[in-house]
């Protein structure tokens, strides 16, 4: 093995730690949160938690997305559970309209403080 | 020439090592509505879209199993039998023996016979109302756990009226038969809440133990009283502000008392349990609710000393046992 070698040898090493750490790094920066929306089981779309927007669900309930929050501002059921629900930002929070078969959730690779809510 | 084909062989050796190193297992979640209410099942596995799908198909044979009003559910069938005898399936058969035994250990507290008079409260119901004394009283005389006798399949009935629900017990069978099921499959890592019943399966991938909020009674949803560490464990909470109504400043709540036909009148508001199993869980709440917490604290220690519980009053005092 000549000088050239141990050359070689360096900047693939070193090439496949920066590959690895771009793989590594680039799956914990990609935890860009978004706001999946699921009607009557169907996907409804996905929402960018970064940008401040209100969505309206079919003609049955709109959602608001602010400061990287999400509240459900209106719903036409009679029991109004989803529109007294605090905000959810964090992954893995739910927002569900049961009468009208709405499921807010936020999907995200950070984990929120909690895994899930009894109640 | 023949150095730079080793070197390259090397390196390919090395980077797929280093790629090995990262490749955790992956995230696969789903929410969806059963049972009158949403759930949420979190996998870590690979590829496990298919089990995700299978554990929802658990839920709807679930639902077909002991929904009481779903027609054509086999609750459903056996409340509106036609013969004093029923052959019933495993499931069944389980969840319904859970339920006579919670009878026994409740003194008659708990009572899956109360079915006549949850339907005439009809909590789910958009505008619910108190029902009327003459129908409480009525539908009372049927609610006798009793006259209800199961022989492993066979279920036999002494009054032809008698009718049973099992809400109080279907969502912790649900989510300790989706445990079972992907643990089947080898998942060592995942988290199943049933509305609000909460099953893990092992720990986080990471290796720490799950977060289980609680939710504050009468607090908006989401605002919790407490956060317990779970691994491999179940977390149930039954409470008055669930399901509940208010009528000419008379709150309404959906925990009968088999007694009076009328919301069972306790100073607890909320009964939170950890433990092995969801159906224990499930089934514990409700009737360490209906018992109280010295007589439950009791219980408790007849059954199994690694169940704990969380008793929270109408007045905010939080009690915590074991």
């Not at chain 2, 609610?143 to 279907?170: P, Y």
Request: glycine residues 8%; contains cysteine; charged residues 20%.
């Amino acid at each position: 093995m000549n000088k050239h070698d141990f050359i070689l040898i360096a900047v693939v090493v070193a090439v496949a730690a920066l590959i690895w750490g771009y793989l590594f790094f680039a799956r914990e920066d990609d935890a860009d949160s978004m706001l999946v929306i699921t009607a009557d089981g169907e996907m409804y779309g996905q929402y960018d938690l970064s940008v401040d927007r209100e969505i309206t669900i079919g003609d049955t309930n709109r959602c608001v997305i602010k400061d990287g929050s999400v509240s459900m501002k209106w719903s036409d059921c009679a029991n109004q559970v989803c529109v007294e629900h605090m905000a959810i930002s964090q992954g893995g929070e739910t927002i569900v309209c049961v009468p009208n078969r709405i499921i807010l959730s936020i999907e995200s690779d950070k984990g929120g403080d909690v895994d899930a809510v009894v109640r | 020439m023949r150095n730079y084909a080793a070197l390259a062989v090397c390196i390919c050796l090395f980077s797929i090592l280093l790629q090995g190193c990262s490749d955790s297992p992956e995230k696969y979640a789903k929410t969806g509505i059963f049972f009158d209410t949403a759930i949420t099942i979190t996998v870590y596995g690979t590829n496990a879209e298919e089990n995700l799908t299978q554990c929802f198909s658990i839920c709807e044979d679930m639902e077909d199993t002991f929904s009481r009003t779903k027609k054509g559910s086999e609750l459903y069938e056996i409340n509106h039998r036609n013969t004093q005898s029923v052959t019933v399936s495993d499931d069944m058969a389980t969840v319904i023996s859970e339920g006579l035994r919670f009878w026994k250990l409740s003194d008659g507290l708990f009572d899956i016979t109360i079915a006549p008079v949850t339907e005439l409260w009809d909590f789910k119901s958009d505008d619910p109302s108190v029902p009327s004394q003459g129908d409480v009283e009525a539908a009372l005389q049927y609610v006798d756990a009793s006259s209800v006798h199961l022989s492993g399949h066979t279920l036999q009935f002494d009054n032809g009226h008698t009718q049973l629900e099992l809400g109080a017990l279907a969502k912790g069978y649900a989510a300790d038969r989706i445990k079972s099921y992907l643990k089947m499959e080898g998942i060592q890592s995942a988290l199943i809440n049933l509305g609000g019943n909460v099953l893990a399966l092992g720990e986080k991938p990471d290796g720490s133990a799950w977060n289980v909020g609680i939710q504050k009674p009468f607090a908006d949803a989401g605002e919790m009283i407490d956060t317990v560490s779970v691994d491999d464990g179940s977390v149930v909470s039954s409470g008055t502000y669930e399901r509940c109504f208010t009528v000419d400043g008379i709150r309404y709540h959906h925990i009968l008392d088999p007694r009076t036909g009328y919301p069972f009148d306790s100073d607890l508001s909320q009964v939170t349990i950890l433990s092995d199993a969801s159906l224990t869980g499930d089934s514990l709440s409700t009737v360490c609710f209906l018992l109280g917490e010295d007589q439950a604290e009791n219980l408790l220690a007849s059954l199994d000393p690694s169940i704990r519980a969380i008793f929270v009053y109408t007045d905010g005092t939080v009690v915590k046992y074991g």
